[in-house]
């Protein structure tokens, strides 16, 4: 039996650009029966087996599913997280493409459009990691409320900004991240447009120009493999000089 219940014309058309809900069947799990939750709740299972076959399961089936759109997939993680009754959580967007998946208690996550984040914004998330953000106080872009319960997540797209309202009990939720190559070339582009920041220019929009795009990518390949040398300084011969 399948760990996760995604549609696949769902996941083709929508990983990566807009949240989807879905239904999952981890809630029965072993790994998240009442015992191993409290081991866990000090410390995240990063360096249990048990929980990195779970996560190599669930990708599995997400790589089945849509080949296509997850090549290159790497940096997976599981985290567990916990949170009190009636807890608000910061204002933030994450560096990896996510399913967070409800395992006990209700929540309430509201997701909105990748628009909503200014390029500045978006280049201090890939640059720095700045995952929290500012909220203005009023609604950045168009978004999309979804109340999970036991048995139901939702896909988070990477740089999606979020919030989350924790029900009346504790929540418990397992997010899910991974990076495919289409996501980390776009991270890629963002960090180049950081640095061409940081030197005074003002970079065009990752996502207006394809080709453009790409040769950001490849300026920050070169940029990290060899990093920029000291200025060169053009010498001229004169009468003191020996040849």
Same mark, same amino acid.
């Given at each position: 039996m399948s760990a996760?219940?995604? #549609?696949? #014309?769902?996941?083709?058309?929508?990983?990566?650009?807009? =949240?989807?809900?879905? &239904? !999952?069947?981890?809630?029965?799990? =072993?790994?998240?029966?009442?015992?191993?939750i409290e081991e866990i709740a000090l410390e995240q299972p990063n360096d249990d087996p048990a929980y990195g076959v779970l996560l190599r399961r669930c990708l599995d089936e997400v790589r089945a599913a849509a080949p296509?759109?997850?090549?290159? /997939?790497?940096?997976?993680?599981?985290?567990?997280?916990?949170?009190? *009754?009636? @807890? +608000?959580? *910061?204002?933030?967007?994450e560096t990896e493409e996510g399913f967070i998946l409800q395992i006990r208690g209700r929540q309430t996550l509201r997701v909105f459009e990748r628009t909503a984040l200014s390029a500045e914004e978006l280049?201090?998330? !890939?640059?720095?990691?700045?995952?929290? +953000? %500012?909220?203005?106080? %009023?609604? *950045?872009?168009?978004?999309? #409320?979804?109340?999970? /319960?036991?048995?139901? $997540?939702? !896909?988070?797209? %990477?740089?999606? *900004?979020?919030? %989350? &309202?924790? $029900?009346?009990?504790? #929540?418990i939720a397992v997010l899910i991240g991974f990076r495919t190559r289409a996501s980390a070339r776009a991270a890629q582009a963002h960090r180049m447009n950081a640095f061409l920041r940081g030197l005074g220019f003002d970079p065009s929009p990752v996502g207006e120009s =394809?080709?453009?795009?790409?040769?950001?990518? +490849? @300026?920050?390949?070169i940029r990290r493999a060899r990093p920029l040398a000291a200025p060169f300084v053009l010498r001229t011969a004169s009468s003191g000089d020996r040849r």
């Open positions: 996760l219940d995604i #549609s696949a #014309s769902a996941l083709r058309a929508r990983l990566g650009r807009a =949240p989807f809900l879905l &239904q !999952h069947r981890l809630t029965r799990h =072993p790994l998240f029966a009442p015992a191993r296509e759109f997850t090549g290159g /997939m790497h940096a997976e993680q599981l985290k567990v997280l916990f949170a009190p *009754p009636g @807890a +608000l959580t *910061p204002y933030r967007a280049e201090r998330l !890939h640059a720095r990691g700045q995952r929290e +953000l %500012v909220w203005r106080g %009023v609604q *950045p872009a168009p978004g999309r #409320s979804y109340n999970l /319960m036991p048995g139901l $997540g939702v !896909h988070l797209p %990477v740089a999606a *900004p979020y919030w %989350v &309202q924790t $029900g009346p009990d504790e #929540s =394809p080709w453009l795009d790409r040769l950001k990518q +490849l @300026a920050f390949k």
